[in-house]
């Protein structure tokens, strides 16, 4: 991609801020509302008005609805990324903490690479993949085991498994899209995504009852502000400013959020929310941050049958 010469240096510099860090301290606002709002209930709210504000704006731009036959492919997506992944990150920050949650969630690589070389056969599995697979794998583990004597706690392991799955989910929704049809426009994409994950997020709270417990008046003004962080400069801005990115910068440089966030999580947690920065998690981090850039900087040959990877909802940030 040719840089633009007449594009301000300034706007690059802070599109890249937002992306870098407003996604990676969105770990710590969604750890901070979930502590008193229900976490589907509140990952549901978060992309139902996101979603809404960037589908009506695509809308009012004179970009056309997606077809009956791109909205079965973005239920399906919405339903692995919003109910499944982001459903089971509110829901395990419960239990773990913000720092760790956004390190565990860089393995989505590793899992796309997985899918990539074992579903679609578009990958083999070189000695560069195979080290960092095993170094992502060691990452997990260190952060998870309680016999290695590193000091602070292992985190809790139910929220450690609902964070694999969820990155395994968003893995199958991003090797998806090489398959199902979706709207040209990556905004009308990503927001009708994010609405269709908002309404099957508000359904699912319900059967859950988290409706039940969930009383608007008893949630504090520093809840409230963490959900409409969340929004505003979380999906919005963020999604925003990616979006300016990948049309003005090459891909590689904009893919390095994926292992940018992780390392600004993991400082806001421990110089904002109170959140340990032991050896453990230096550890754990270092692994899984080595294993993340080894496979995104990997160069592999695909098939020509293959079309280039569509962008998800990857877009709204964290």
């Known amino acids: 991609m040719e840089a633009d010469t007449h594009r301000p240096t300034w706007k690059t510099l802070l599109a890249f801020a937002i992306i870098y860090f407003v996604w990676g301290s969105t770990y710590l606002a969604i750890r901070v509302g979930v502590r008193e709002v229900p976490p589907l209930l509140m990952a549901a709210m978060r992309f139902l008005v996101a979603g809404l504000v960037l589908y009506a704006w695509m809308i009012a731009r004179g970009e056309r609805s997606p077809s009956g036959r791109e909205w079965k492919s973005i239920s399906i997506l919405a339903f692995l990324i919003f109910v499944v992944d982001y459903g089971l990150l509110f829901w395990a920050e419960q239990r773990v903490p913000s ?68 990155s395994i989910s968003w893995s199958v929704a991003t090797v998806s899209t090489r398959k199902l049809p979706l709207p040209s426009s990556k905004v009308m994409s990503s927001g009708a995504q994010m609405l269709a994950g908002g309404v099957f997020l508000t359904l699912t709270a319900a059967v859950l009852g988290e409706f039940r417990n969930f009383h608007p008046s008893a949630i504090s003004r520093g809840a409230w502000l963490s959900l409409l962080y969340l929004i505003v400069a979380g999906s919005i801005i963020g999604f925003t400013a990616y979006v300016w990115l990948i049309h003005h910068e090459s891909p590689t440089k904009v893919g390095t959020y994926a292992y940018v966030n992780p390392v600004v999580a993991v400082l806001v947690g421990y110089l904002l929310g109170g959140e340990a920065l032991g050896l453990r998690t230096i550890l754990g981090t270092v692994c899984i941050l080595i294993s993340v850039v080894v496979i995104t900087t990997t160069k592999v040959k695909k098939s020509a049958a293959t079309r280039p990877l569509e962008d998800t909802a990857d877009a709204v940030g964290s």
């Not at 990539?116 to 998870?144: D, N, S, Y």
């Open 99 to 166: 720092g760790i949650a956004a390190v565990v969630m860089a393995t989505i690589p590793a899992f796309i690479a997985l899918a990539e070389i074992i579903v679609l056969r578009t990958q083999k599995l070189t000695i560069r993949l195979t080290f960092a697979l095993i170094i992502g794998i060691a990452g997990v583990a260190v952060l998870m085991s309680r016999s290695l004597n590193l000091g602070g706690m292992p985190i809790d392991g139910r929220g450690a498994l609902a964070l694999i799955v969820a």
